[in-house]
């Protein structure tokens, strides 16, 4: 047997010189793990999610979500070892989010990381959440490099970074209060939809977009940077001046409304960023946000008559995974980005 056939018998999904990561994700409200080789082949994938806890609170409890991430994790880990058929012994590192999330979360998926990587003596490769969400897109774009703009919208961020190599960011703008996401999930929840109120609100915009008047959002100045509370108060008032006039709101038209003007909030920024800072880039779309149905129709005919090659995230992958952490953890293995044991989580960081 040559040395090629050798190493292809002894690692029945391994490809022959492949860098297989382990990849832990744990920053909100998804105990999720998985196994990616060279960053762009999802070997296996396990979540455990906690929608059904929080739902009832109408939001994520940190203690809720830090306590069944502990539950959760050895469990969702040895399955996605199992799924993806290999041994410790066939992995070149464990990928962790290390930051940006709530910090108990956090700290219960990096702690789970450093014991392996204690028993196993696995390099620990810490891994930036949003730039796991925009690495997302390289598990379905295999010819997807950098550089590229991108819009990365999630429940705790709303920001629009050029991607000039794999593990360089630079901001373009950034939200200087409420994310997209938190837009959403605030007014879903005063209308009543349950949590994640992004999601049902996408689903229940069935109605008029133009039925109710949301403010534009205005920065002073020369900036693409976001402002949504402004939006989601006006949302809240209209709602609250409805049920004192005793006015029955149209929940379809409203949240098609609302949903409206925060998509091409969103677009309009992003879309000028492209024209500002790249020349001839594609632009990608990352986070939870970017499953909108209506940003991903608006983002795809604005690109379309733009002449801009757009990469929309798989929906599966919008969302938190570990899959994202996989692809990301590769890349920043690659560059040495490789931490010791004392390695902390931070609840916020910049990119
Ligand atoms: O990226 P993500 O899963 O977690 C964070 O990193 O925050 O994003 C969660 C956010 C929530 O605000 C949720 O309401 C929103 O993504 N979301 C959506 C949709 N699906 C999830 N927002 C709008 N439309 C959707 N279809
Ligand atoms: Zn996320």
Do not use: W
């Amino acid at each position: 047997m040559n040395e090629q056939e050798l190493c292809c018998a002894r690692m029945s999904k391994k490809i022959c010189a492949a860098k297989q990561i382990l990849a832990i994700e744990s920053s909100c409200d998804e105990t999720a793990a998985a196994v990616v080789a060279d960053g762009r082949r999802l070997l296996s994938s396990a979540v455990a999610s906690q929608i059904d806890a929080h739902q009832r609170f109408g939001g994520v409890v940190p203690e809720i979500a830090s306590r069944m991430h502990t539950e959760a994790i050895a469990l969702v880990v040895t399955q996605a070892m199992e799924e993806a058929d290999i041994d410790y012994s066939d992995l070149d590192a464990v990928a962790v989010t290390a930051a940006p999330g709530l910090i108990g979360a956090l700290l219960v998926g990096l702690n789970f990381a450093k014991g392996l990587c204690m028993a196993t003596g696995l390099p620990l490769v810490p891994v930036h959440h949003l730039r796991a969400h925009v690495a997302a897109n390289y598990l379905t774009y295999p010819d997807l490099e950098p550089p590229f703009i991108a819009l990365i919208a999630s429940g705790g961020h709303s920001h629009i970074v050029r991607v000039s190599d794999y593990t360089h960011f630079q901001v373009l703008a950034l939200t200087r209060d409420d994310a997209a996401g938190e837009a959403m999930d605030k007014i879903a929840r005063a209308l009543g939809l349950p949590y994640p109120g992004g999601l049902h609100m996408d689903r229940a915009a069935t109605g008029d977009r133009g039925a109710y008047k949301f403010p534009r959002p205005r920065l002073s100045g020369d900036t693409l940077d976001f402002s949504f509370s402004g939006l989601k108060t006006a949302g809240l008032n209209l709602l609250n001046n409805c049920k004192q006039k005793g006015v029955t709101v149209n929940t379809q038209d409203f949240c098609a409304s609302y949903r409206e003007s925060v998509c091409a909030y969103l677009a309009d920024h992003a879309m000028a960023a492209a024209e500002k800072y790249s020349a001839n880039e594609p632009l990608v779309l990352a986070g939870g946000v970017c499953a909108n149905s209506r940003l991903r129709e608006m983002m795809t005919e604005r690109c379309t008559a733009a002449g801009i090659e757009l990469f929309l995230p798989e929906l599966a992958l919008c969302g938190d995974n570990g899959a994202m952490i996989g692809a990301q953890g590769y890349y920043e293995f690659l560059a040495g980005n490789i931490a010791g044991l004392d390695c902390n989580a931070r609840a916020s960081s910049g990119i």
